[in-house]
């Protein structure tokens, strides 16, 4: 058997525990396997727990950096873990495992973010109580963008139920037919003609239902993008205008649940409207700058390079199709000017947030360990999944080959995670001024070949990673 060198065992549990997402059991049983020393539960725990005290829990910068916070909640049996990114490099800023989430708790949280020189633009998340009140309180003058996830998935949920509704209906009016053309006694046709003419009437109901809510809800998706379909960017009175004249012939469907469905978003309107205030904004310091036939070319030009990398197969060469043919265009109406006008226009556009979705790529990176070590979770095992994420390097999409970390400080890194955290380890200790512990040695086994090994009892399985498909189709480009 060929031992590989030590200097490789260090990097080899990291790999298998954080790229890999293997539980501590399973790593035990490979080191085992592989006659790798140490090898036990408790030994790796330990090495782990040293490794997460070893790098914070809220990142730091040297100088005051203006970010968009998205914070989010998520538990580990009673115990909730709270997060917060910075929404254009995906970047973790702080995540802390708390006893409650209460408001306080949450504005101590968001007062340690501007003590390590994080200074907010505003916070996109969902209604939670504490979340919004601790953040109010920390943050008065700063703005709160609901996330339009959570305020519309209630009604697209509705629309996937009438649609298996009117499946079943169909289903319905298909075995009413059957049994009327299979009916043997001319005493029962009218008695089954009748059953099949209410199995049609209910049939043909439910998919008008279904078809008018699903037209409807296109409509308001739409409504809510920054732009039309020929760019030009929406005003807070047109897209008020557009959700109430969508809402209201929701209503109108012949649907008894609809309007329960519906009175939140009525009530939450102005909330939906904050992230238009700053389109309406940006277009008239754009019109400034460049004629407006320009600015409707660039912004579609963004809109559809935005969708194809929310879009699969066809549509992502049909909106990359579109997004160059708008760029030749303005580029034949600028000229020397086209890169600086193209780099700004896309700039103000991408720092424009209406939701806080890109939070739940993260609470899919921490659910697997939640997992495995069955919801018991350390600020030490946050702390190593913190520094992970944001110092690997995205592998695909608009952020492929750059790390959250280089997003959010504009250096690039020097190595990747794996490296950086060894050496972050070996300063960190020096910087302790304790004697740094000996490097983990691979020691071969000296009891011959070792057994197979079985599945230890407690490993569970991992739930789907964040690339999953979501439930409904709202989240389009401007979500990211």
């Not at 040297?62 to 995906?90: G, K, M």
Request: charged share 20%.
């Amino acid at each position: 058997m060929v031992t590989p060198p030590e200097s490789l065992f260090e990097p080899l549990i990291l790999l298998a525990r954080l790229e890999g997402n293997c539980s501590i059991p399973s790593l035990s049983a490979i080191l085992k396997r592989l006659a790798y020393r140490p090898n036990s539960i408790g030994s790796l725990s330990e090495t782990f727990q040293a490794y997460g005290a070893c790098v914070p829990s809220t990142l730091s910068v040297p100088q005051t950096q203006l970010v968009f916070y998205l914070s989010d909640e998520l538990f580990a049996l009673q115990s909730p873990i709270l997060i917060t990114l910075e929404a254009q490099s995906t970047a973790i800023l702080k995540i802390q495992l708390a006893s409650d989430r209460c408001a306080p708790t949450w504005q101590t949280h968001f007062e340690d973010l501007r003590d390590h020189h994080f200074h907010r633009i505003g916070m996109a998340s969902d209604r939670g109580v504490g979340l919004v009140a601790g953040y109010q309180a920390a943050c008065q003058d700063a703005i709160w963008v609901c996330d339009q996830f959570h305020e519309l998935q209630d009604r697209f949920k509705r629309c996937h139920q009438l649609e298996r509704q009117a499946y079943r209906a169909i289903a319905r009016e298909h075995e009413r037919a059957e049994t009327f053309y299979n009916a043997t006694s001319e005493a029962n046709l009218p008695k089954r003609l009748e059953q099949y003419a209410r199995a049609q009437q209910t049939c043909e109901q439910a998919m008008v239902q279904d078809d008018q809510l699903d037209v409807l809800l296109h409509l308001l998706r739409e409504a809510l993008h920054f732009c039309t379909d020929f760019g030009r960017l929406r005003t807070v009175a047109g897209v008020r205008s557009e959700l109430m004249a969508v809402l209201s012939l929701i209503e109108e469907i012949e649907d008894a649940k609809l309007p329960h469905i519906l009175k939140p978003i009525w009530s939450h309107l102005d909330d939906l409207l904050v992230p238009f205030t700053q389109v309406e904004s940006m277009h008239t310091e754009l019109l400034d700058l460049m004629p407006e036939s320009v600015v409707d070319a660039l912004v579609l030009a963004w809109h559809h390079d935005h969708l194809s990398h929310q879009s699969h197969g066809r549509k992502t060469h049909y909106h990359q199709r579109e997004s160059q043919q708008w760029l030749d265009f303005a580029q034949g109406l600028l000229d020397d000017q086209f890169d600086l006008f193209k780099a700004l226009v896309f700039e103000k556009l991408d720092s424009i947030v209406k939701a806080s979705s890109l939070v739940e790529m993260v609470n899919s990176l921490i659910r697997p360990f939640l997992n495995t070590c069955r919801g018991q979770i350390t600020q030490e095992t946050l702390n190593l999944i913190m520094f992970y994420h944001n110092h690997r390097r995205y592998k695909g999409g608009k952020r492929k080959g750059k790390a959250p970390i280089e997003l959010l400080t504009g250096e690039t890194l020097e190595g990747d995670w794996v490296e950086l955290f060894i050496q972050h380890k070996r300063e960190a200790e020096q910087n302790a001024s304790v004697a740094p512990t000996p490097p983990l040695e691979l020691v071969p086994s000296s009891q011959g070949p070792t057994p197979p090994t079985q599945t230890p009892d407690e490993q569970l399985s991992l739930e789907d990673g964040a690339d999953s498909a979501p439930l409904w189709p709202f989240v389009d480009a401007e979500a990211a």
